[in-house]
Every structure is written in structure tokens, then in C-alpha cells.
């Protein structure tokens, strides 16, 4: 008999405060099932099979600037120019091609080395000049922004070599290279920020980076870093968007810096810095990407999409911060 009670009193529950609690701790993710499931019920073409993949191309070059701004924004800073330097590298990848037809590497290398060096520009003055990272990357978006411009003397760059397109247009296994890109940067950073020194002192710098100090860690090291790795994978993320159409546009990448900013702050990252994680963002991104795949396919006017998804980002941030609240109460 005391058997049986001892076992009733410790066999786990399962009612509607358990299904409460599940849903407020995974609140973002309750959030993107019910838009999923709006658009399912509404479009008839929203679920197949080539819709889905549509998505996940769109947004793999949104995908390298969220998880580069991800980093960014947990050392408590913010990189606004991400969009300029996405333009600034496909322009002078373009370019590149357009003057070395038979080599399809150099206009990559090229690509890279531009988003790298605007990256480590911005790390630079932020960690080292102590230049606040608003005014910094601020600069740097006017920068790189008349530099795609200079690049093309005001024009895009069309007529480019057709080899340059299989950077983005080729299929591995059936799945395209921009998609394998975007998984792999996934699970790359996610493993380095939970299992690596360098992400512990990435959150730590965030969270306090005098206390940080303290401990040993060498907050200007992370903060150049962090900027570094936006910048660079803005270079790829250009790269891939020029390949795609197989041309420069000196505008390409405009406005894609307030996306990848919205994606992580919905995937819970803190813009106080010390709090988010990689596949917060990446659900934050798949969501940005999910409403406007679902719009477009219900020809919702432009102007009111971008009211819808002001709309439906602030919800979703307000909830994450009832929730966060709710736990720590």
C-alpha cells in the first residue's frame, strides 16, 4: 500500500500547468508553429516540397549575417553595416569575375577578403579606438556602401561569366550549396559558443566584460573577433547573393542588417549583450523568412507586410521577455 502511494506521489504529471510551462519555455517556437499553421490553412501551395525549399534558400544568405550579428550583439555591441558590406563584396567579387573570366576562385577570395577586412576595421576601432559599435558600423555602412558604388561607377556590373553562377546555383545531393552553407555556419558556431573557451568568453565579455577582465579573459581580442567573423561571413553572404543572379548591385543587401537584427533579438538574444544562443536565431530567422514566403504567397500588398511583421516581431519579443520574466520569478 505505501508502495503504491510513494510511486502515485512521485509519477510525473502531465496537465495543463505542465502544458503551460512547455509552452512559455519554448515560446518562440509556439510562435512559429502557429504562423506555420496560418499558412498551411490558407495557401494550398505554402507546404510542398518546393515551397519549403524555396524558404531555406531564401534564407541562407540572411542566415550567415544573423549568426555573424549573433555574435555581435552577445559581446553587447551591434553591427549595422553588415547590409553595405553584403554589397561592397559582391561588387568587387563581380568585378573580379568579370576580369578574370577562367578563374572562378579569385572572385571567392576576393569576395572574402572584403568582408573580412571590413569586419576587422569595425572590430578594430570598437575594441581598440573604444569607439561606441553604433558609430563605428554606422560609419562603416556609409563606407562600404560608396565603395560598392565606386566599384561599379555608379551602375551594377551584368555581363559576368556563367561559371560564376554554379558558386550559388549548384546542387550537392539535391541540395544547393547556399542551403549547406547555412547549416554548416549553424552548427559550426552553435557547437563553438556551447562547447568551446572562446564562446564561454564571448557570453562573459557580454555579460560583464570588467568582470570578464577580471577573470583573465582578453575582452579586446573577443570584441575583434566577433566583429571579424560578421564582417566575413557578410563577404560570403554577398558572394552568394551575386552568384545567384550571376551580377553586382551596388544596393544589393540594402535594409538586410534590420532582418538579421530582428532575427536574433526574436531568437532571444539580449541587445544588452550576454544572453542568446545560435539556434535562438536561427528560429528567429526561419520565422522572418516563413512570413515573408506566407505573404507573398497570399499577395499581400508590400506596405502591409511590413506591418504585419512589425507587428507580429514585437508580440513575438514580448513574449520572450514574459517568459524570461515568468522563469525568473
Excluded at 523568412?289 to 514580448?318: E, F, H, M, R
Amino acid at each position: 500500500m505505501t508502495t503504491n502511494a510513494t510511486a502515485s506521489a512521485t509519477k510525473p504529471r502531465f496537465g495543463w500547468k505542465n502544458i503551460q510551462d512547455l509552452a512559455v519555455r519554448h515560446a518562440m517556437v509556439v510562435v512559429m508553429l502557429v504562423v506555420v499553421c496560418f499558412f498551411l490553412y490558407k495557401s494550398a501551395r505554402f507546404g510542398t516540397a518546393d515551397n519549403m525549399v524555396t524558404i531555406l534558400i531564401a534564407a541562407a544568405p540572411f542566415a550567415l549575417i544573423a549568426l555573424g550579428q549573433t555574435l555581435v550583439i552577445l559581446t553587447g555591441g551591434i553591427d549595422l553595416s553588415v547590409g553595405s558590406v553584403i554589397a561592397a563584396s559582391a561588387m568587387a567579387a563581380a568585378f573580379t569575375a568579370k576580369a578574370n573570366p577562367e578563374n572562378l576562385w579569385l572572385p571567392m577570395l576576393v569576395a572574402v577578403v572584403v568582408g573580412l577586412l571590413a569586419g576587422s576595421i569595425n572590430g578594430f576601432v570598437v575594441s581598440r579606438m573604444n569607439v561606441p559599435p553604433f558609430i563605428a558600423t554606422l560609419g562603416m555602412l556609409t563606407l562600404a556602401s560608396g565603395f560598392a558604388y565606386v566599384i561599379g561607377g555608379g551602375a551594377p556590373i551584368n555581363g559576368l561569366p556563367a561559371s560564376f553562377g554554379t558558386i550559388a546555383n549548384t546542387e550537392v545531393l539535391g541540395v544547393k550549396i547556399p542551403v549547406i552553407l547555412m547549416f554548416l555556419a549553424i552548427i559550426g558556431l552553435a557547437v563553438i559558443m556551447k562547447r568551446t573557451s572562446y564562446g564561454m568568453r564571448v557570453y562573459a565579455v557580454g555579460g560583464n566584460r570588467m568582470a570578464a577582465e577580471i577573470a583573465g579573459v582578453k575582452s579586446k581580442n573577443i570584441l575583434f573577433s566577433a566583429y571579424a567573423i560578421s564582417g566575413l561571413l557578410a563577404g560570403i553572404s554577398g558572394l552568394v547573393l551575386a552568384s545567384r543572379v550571376i551580377s553586382g548591385a551596388p544596393n544589393l543587401g540594402q535594409g538586410y542588417e534590420l532582418d538579421a537584427i530582428a532575427a536574433v533579438v526574436i531568437g532571444g538574444a539580449s541587445l544588452m549583450g550576454g544572453r542568446g544562443s545560435i539556434w535562438g536565431t536561427a528560429i528567429g530567422l526561419l520565422l522572418i523568412q516563413t512570413l515573408n514566403n506566407g505573404l507573398d504567397l497570399l499577395l499581400v500588398p508590400s506596405y502591409w507586410q511590413n506591418v504585419i511583421k512589425g507587428i507580429l516581431i514585437v508580440a513575438a519579443v514580448a513574449i520572450d521577455i514574459w517568459a524570461s520574466k515568468r522563469k525568473t520569478s
